[in-house]
């Protein structure tokens, strides 16, 4: 702005010069004195206007000078504090212009880089500073080499987009971030990071040290006993469960002691037999204290040996109770009235029962262990093999076979094999069952002679009607008399079936019982310390029963629907609650295999019996989910003029429309589940019809191959208030509340009189870490409760069904009124009637049905006592 007021100056300055110029030629040629004086009070004006801007204009230029003197003041400061902003800082600065060349940095950046002082000014290239670093050896060579370092120093410098660790020659450590400026230059802070990285140093090392002594802890602490041999056969390290194992004081050992030195303790002298081995030995053996020791030994690289005591006392205790309980189910299943055997998936048979060995005539050591051809013959073998294949390619299968009347009574049988499968889904063999159904096909036989029969008298008697017709009337009266013994014989047959299905049940009920036993004692035992096969070996008992608990239940279900014995209990109820429950218990299955399982909220109130119908629900879920490979599964309600429609749907594989009936018959499945598997028993189906029978309900079924099914039953509505009201109550208490850490410590007394049932109950609770009294009755419950002197129980566990005819309800009012405390009860039972549990709510106890299902168990046990 100054350098434009001074042109400005200079011309005004030389216009005056001009016009003075042109006066004085003026004057000089012309010579006429009023011209003259006219053109200076011109000129003066002229003059004096052009005088007062020049004045302003140098008064405007003065005032320009000071603003500009002001603002270089303000820069210059500015810059100032800058440059000490930058100088104080404990960061090290650099700025690089847009040619990579320095601009400016501040004294701890020099510091960073002794020996490049006389380099570091502005002008000089980074990749000048770079190398005379490396040309120094400032940098730290390290494993990549000096080379190395500095190229990648170079590429980082100019690609900067991430932090940069640089190590230095004397050990210090330096963090750079570098950003590109907007002119095309860089800017660089450098931090010195050497206290955070021998901070990180010291850090893994005393984690080191920590996990070194974590180890040593553990190997002192290790619930087995661990002793380390060289190949001398000398003593080189062991811990102290060695020591308690063998009963050995640690003074009788130190390290380099010969194993011949305590050779004459029995579970040293294995040490001794196989000093010498190649790979792995395990021996068992019991000491004089009753305990049993597995010892494994296992050989070093480099000579030597490692040998692991553990104490398996408590597992080699289970198998026992295992194979007590084993023979407790051999007395069950030679009593039924039904042969029964398993045999497993190379064909051979690996149990029978009595009836079964009865019909061969033959022990079980002929039978058990040999091929079905060696004991069938091939006769007999060859009639059964495409039902064996079948049932050992996951299917179960029932089919009538004839037998031979040289081997038994028996001369008509129905065979049922189901397919046992294991963990991962492969078939491990197969029960087979084989019920007389001789007195039934001979019924049947001559019914139908009787009704051959009939039809032929009533054709004499229409001839003879044609040629006498006076005895018209009689042999209309024969006639009736013939259709009379067929509704007699009928009406026989409808009660035989009935008595078949009350055997059922009354089988069923009484496998149950012992089937209970069975359960506690393996959920026992699998809480237990099991390693290796025998775990595996516990959790394959658990599934087998599980199945035969799930056959047996079904069993007794249909019976008890068959029989009439279960009265439907109807109530007003919201579908929507039914339908969010089973879909969140059945969520964690579908996700399982891959299955998208949705479902649609309905806002309406149905009248029917809850229970029933989400049995009913249940079943169609689980089918859907068993048939259905991939894709999704869907939940709903559809009004229909009888009610509503509550409806599963599914994109599985489909029944053929000639099918869609023979999916409701028992034991009927028309195909392996979507996923490779087959996880039910044909049942599900056929207890849906009944139930909706019993219930008066309607089931719909559509399906296309291919494309999947849909499976409904329609409800009648009912009353949304009451509706309401169940609702509310229900919400009062949602569910019981795991009692894992109430029940250590807490005081129970168990009244049963089945001794494994009682012992089972005793191992479980204590697994628990519970104080448990056992009593098989009234009598001796009180007197050991006296014995022991330890006050009333928290909670009483009974059987309901007692001996004496007496029950657990009784037995539980009689406790509480000789100890005048009323404590909580819960009561076991396979009797699943309204009966008993009417009796049971009428003292307030709870009630859980067998087989037991010890998790049901172990909450209620906590909600009780919290």
């Known amino acids: 702005m100054s350098s434009d007021l001074e042109r400005e100056n200079a011309k005004l300055r030389k216009i005056n010069k001009v016009l003075i ?44 000078n000071r603003a500009l003197s002001l603002a270089k003041e303000e820069a210059e400061t500015a810059e100032m504090r800058l440059m000490a902003a930058i100088e104080s800082t404990s960061e090290g600065f650099v700025l690089f212009d847009a040619d990579d060349r320095l601009v400016m940095c501040n004294s701890k950046y020099r510091e960073f ?45 100019h690609h ?46 005393r984690e080191l040290a920590a996990k070194s002594a974590i180890l040593g802890a553990t190997f002192d602490n290790i619930s087995q ?106 007395l069950i299943t030679d009593a039924l009235p039904a042969l029964i055997a398993y045999v497993d998936a190379g064909q051979r048979y690996r149990f029978t029962n009595k009836p079964y060995e009865q019909w061969f005539g033959r022990p079980r050591t002929e039978i058990n262990g040999r091929h079905m051809r060696t004991v069938l013959g091939d006769k007999l073998y060859e009639d059964r093999r495409p039902y064996v294949e079948a049932v050992l390619a996951g299917q179960l299968v029932t089919f009538e076979i004839t037998l031979p009347k040289v081997r038994g009574e028996i001369e008509f049988a129905l065979a049922t094999y189901v397919p046992h499968h294991g963990a991962d889904g492969e078939v491990l ?35 003879e009607l044609t040629t006498v017709n006076s005895k018209l009337q009689q042999e209309v009266e024969e006639r009736r008399q013939a259709e009379e013994a067929l509704l007699i014989a009928k009406a026989e047959a409808e009660a035989a079936n009935m008595s078949k299905t009350k055997f059922i049940a009354a089988a069923s009920h009484d496998l149950l019982q012992p ?6 004692f393996t959920q026992a035992l699998s809480e237990t310390r099991i390693v290796g096969r025998n775990r595996g070996y516990v959790e394959n008992v658990g599934r087998a029963l599980e199945s035969v608990e799930e056959l047996l239940t079904a069993l007794l279900d249909i019976s008890k629907l068959d029989s009439g014995s279960q009265v439907p209990q109807l109530a007003d109820f919201m579908l929507d609650d039914m339908m969010a429950n089973l879909a969140k218990e059945t969520l964690p299955q579908a996700a399982a295999r891959g299955l998208d399982l949705r479902w649609v909220k309905c806002g309406v109130a149905v009248r029917s019996d809850p229970l029933l119908v989400r049995r009913i629900l249940r079943n169609f879920l689980s089918n859907a989910m068993r048939y259905t490979p991939k894709g999704r599964i869907l939940m709903g309600c559809r009004r229909t003029p ?19 009936t023979e999916v409701f018959e028992e034991f009927r499945r028309l195909a392996q589940d979507g996923h490779g598997r087959d996880g039910g028993i044909g049942l599900g189906l056929a207890i849906v019809q009944r139930i909706a029978r019993r219930l008066g309900h309607e089931i719909q079924v559509r399906s296309a191959l291919g494309e999947g099914s849909m499976f409904g039953v329609v409800l009648p509505l009912g009353d949304q208030g009451k509706a309401r009201e169940r609702q509310s109550a229900a919400k009062v208490s949602l569910g019981l509340p795991d009692g894992a850490d109430k029940l250590a410590g807490s005081w129970l007394l168990v009244v049963e009189n089945d001794a494994a049932e009682r012992e089972g109950m005793q191992a479980l609770l204590e697994g628990w870490r519970c104080r448990v009294l056992t009593a098989s009755g009234v009598g001796q419950a009180l007197d050991r409760l006296a014995a022991a002197e330890v006050g009333p129980p928290q909670v009483v566990v009974a059987d309901y069904h007692l001996d004496d005819d007496r029950t657990g309800v009784q037995a539980v009012v009689e406790i509480r009124q000789r100890l005048g405390c009323e404590m909580p009860a819960v009561f076991l039972t396979a009797d699943r009637s309204d009966e008993v549990l009417a009796e049971v709510k009428a003292i307030g106890g709870h009630l859980l049905n067998k ?16």
């Open 113 to 157: 880089w002794p020996g490049l002082t006389e380099i570091i000014r502005p002008g000089v290239p980074f990749s000048d500073l770079a190398e005379r670093a490396h040309i120094l050896r400032l940098f730290d060579e390290g494993s990549e080499g000096l080379v190395s370092t500095l190229q990648r120093r170079l590429l980082n410098h």
């Open 225 to 330: 006993g661990i002793a380390v041999v060289d190949d001398q056969g000398r003593l080189l390290a062991w811990n102290e469960r060695f020591l308690s194992l063998l009963n050995i004081d640690a003074d009788e050992l130190s390290e380099g002691k010969p194993l011949r030195d305590i050779g004459h303790l029995p579970s040293v002298r294995p040490l001794l037999v196989h000093g010498g081995i190649e790979g792995g030995v395990c021996v068992e053996q019991m000491g004089d204290d009753g305990r049993v020791l597995e010892i494994q030994l296992n050989s070093l690289p480099e000579g030597g040996l490692v040998a692991t005591y553990t104490d398996i006392t408590e597992r080699k205790a289970a198998e026992w109770a295992l194979r007590d309980s084993e023979q407790r189910i051999r």
């Open 160 to 205: 900067p987009e991430e932090l940069f660790i640089l190590k230095l020659a004397d050990g210090r450590w330096l963090q750079i971030r570098e950003r590109a400026t907007a002119d095309g230059g860089s800017v660089a802070i450098y931090t010195d990071i050497t206290a955070i990285k021998l901070a990180e140093r010291r850090q893994r090392e």
């Open 21 to 64: 110029d042109r006066v004085e030629r003026s004057m000089d040629f012309q010579g006429n004195a009023f011209s003259l004086f006219q053109t200076a009070i011109v000129l003066e004006g002229r003059v004096r206007d052009r005088t007062s801007e020049l004045e302003l204009t140098l008064r405007e230029l003065a005032k320009s």
């Open 851 to 866: 087989p037991l299902k010890p998790a049901r168990l172990r909450s209620l046990l906590g909600h009780l006592l919290t």
């Open 429 to 463: 063999g197969f029960i087979a069952l084989i019920q007389d159904i001789t007195e039934r096909k001979k019924s049947a036989v001559q019914l139908r002679e009787a009704k051959e029969n009939l039809e032929r008298r009533v054709a004499e008697r229409t001839v």
């Open 642 to 660: 009888h009610g509503v429609a509550v409806q599963v749907w599914d994109s599985g594989i489909g029944i053929p429309e000639d099918k869609l």
């Open 515 to 520: 089937l209970n036993a069975a359960r506690i």
